[in-house]
């Protein structure tokens, strides 16, 4: 790696920079303008100040707080009122700067500080359009850096200094001037694809004959290769040949093959879900345990919400090589069985029939397929009876809806006096022989002999 920073060009820049500043500043006559005009400049700002908070208050008392519901205008308007004092600061300026030169004063450092100003505010509102604070910061500074350059004349030099410091790798030459380009094309472009990757989405949305699934990997498609391309550029601006790209092919794969399994594993699985449409956003399943529906399906993880508002990233590998119920993959319709048990003293067949009736009064079951009620088999307890019904939106809770049968079954049983039992045992004594009952007190059998054990020929008669 060889450097091309050159360390006399610095010494050039400071020794005309002294040059400058010895010939036209410290200078007595010079001295006398420029006080002049920082005086009028102070001025200016502070009357610009003072009128332009008169001018805010008075457009908000007015029309209010002049918000529209479109976002970019709305943040338009509110960065042009708050730029109110600069603008008047603007127009105070123009007509200081007349009056001043008629009094034979120079107005040149009047005029650089209007021309900074005037490119500042117009900097501002053109950022206004981007809603991140942050990033509509960074590119005013940068603007205005730019600006302040053109309007004194070295950005020529300094595009020639930043050009001049740099290093080669092998046959490129990278410098400042071209990376900080790569940077900002880079970050220009990055924001285009994501601006075009939303509205392709929303455009996607009222697409009728897409299901879910397409819609999304069609979106993801699009966007990754917009993304590569958008690499693949920045790489050529820089001046890296795209051919010298094969040489670190070999690298790749093997850091694919090592560290990036996982990482490419589930993005390809996430493909592989998207294309089959095995699993959709909305779709309820069931993964070890969690029970929840597809929120939102990524390159990594699957993310599923539980109805305990809980939220799941399930990685899209497991989705593929483990075992998933699907609730909802051809069609929504589950059918739900519910054990239910009755005793032997009452009529199964009003039974069942009552059971019936009472599941067909809740909205949620469906009336086709009707809910049906099996006799499974005679148990230990009680008559086992099986209710089987069917309902079409799973997402919306499996349980919820057995607990609003099982009430409602029980309360059309009670009334019709049917009884559901509880577990009974029976006790069979043998009565062949004599029964035997003692009672031994604590004050009776001090030494704590077992009351259980056979009676002595000293144990108290009962």
């Given amino acids: 790696m060889e450097s091309v920073f050159d360390p006399q060009i610095f010494y050039q820049w400071f020794e005309a920079a002294r040059t400058w500043v010895m010939t036209h500043i410290l200078v007595w006559e010079n001295l006398v303008h420029i006080a002049v005009q920082a005086a009028v400049l102070l001025a200016v700002r502070l009357l610009g100040a003072v009128l332009g908070r008169w001018l805010r208050r008075a457009i908000q008392n007015r029309w209010g707080a002049l918000r529209v519901r479109q976002e970019y205008l709305n943040n338009f308007i509110q960065r042009l009122l708050s730029l109110a004092s600069q603008l008047l600061s603007i127009l105070l300026l123009l007509f200081a700067i007349t009056v001043v030169a008629r009094f034979g004063y120079r107005t040149l450092l009047m005029k650089l500080v209007l021309n900074l100003s005037v490119a500042w505010v117009v900097i501002q509102l053109a950022t206004s359009v981007i809603l991140d604070r942050f990033w509509s910061r960074i590119v005013a500074i940068c603007a205005l850096a730019l600006a ?53 989405e929303r455009k996607l949305e009222k697409a009728p004959g897409l299901t879910p699934s397409s819609r999304l990997m069609l979106s993801k498609i699009v966007h990754i290769t917009m993304i590569v391309l958008v690499g693949l550029i920045a790489l050529n601006l820089v001046g890296i040949n795209l051919t010298a790209l094969a040489v670190f092919s070999g690298a790749i794969g093997v850091g694919i093959g090592f560290g990036l399994q996982k990482v490419v594993g589930n993005f390809i699985s996430g493909l592989i879900l998207l294309s089959d449409k095995s699993i959709k956003p909305g779709d309820v399943i069931e993964l070890s345990g969690v029970y929840g529906w597809v ?35 051809s069609n929504r319709k589950i059918r739900i069985r519910t054990p239910i048990g009755i005793s032997y003293n009452a009529d199964p067949h009003r039974a069942i029939s009552l059971i019936v009736e009472a599941a067909r009064e809740l909205p949620r079951i469906l009336t086709d397929p009707e809910p049906k009620c099996l006799l499974k088999g005679f148990g230990d307890n009680s008559v086992d009876l099986e209710l089987r019904f069917w309902i079409e939106d799973p997402q919306s809770g499996v349980a919820n809806i057995t607990s609003d049968v099982l009430l409602r079954v029980w309360d059309i049983l009670k009334e019709n006096g049917i009884e559901i039992p509880f577990p009974q045992r029976d006790v069979h004594l043998d009565v062949q022989g004599p029964l035997k009952v003692m009672h ?21 008669r009962p």
Avoid at 162 to 178: M, Y
Avoid at 314 to 328: A, F, G, H, M, R
């Fill in 148 to 200: 302040t350059l053109n309007i004194v004349g070295a950005l020529d030099e300094a595009v020639a200094l930043l050009d001049s410091i740099g290093f080669t790798v092998g046959e490129v030459k990278l410098t400042l001037l071209s990376l900080i380009k790569a940077a900002v094309i880079l970050f220009i472009l990055l924001r285009a694809v994501n601006w075009l990757g939303g509205q392709l």
């Fill in 295 to 329: 929120k939102q399906m990524g390159g990594r993880c699957v993310s599923i919400v539980t109805r305990d508002e809980k939220e799941y990233l399930i990685p899209n590998e497991d989705l593929i090589t483990q075992q998933v119920v699907n609730w909802s993959y």
């Fill in 440 to 460: 031994v007190s604590a004050t009776d059998n001090p030494a704590g002999e077992d009351a259980d054990e056979p009676a002595g020929a000293d144990a108290p």
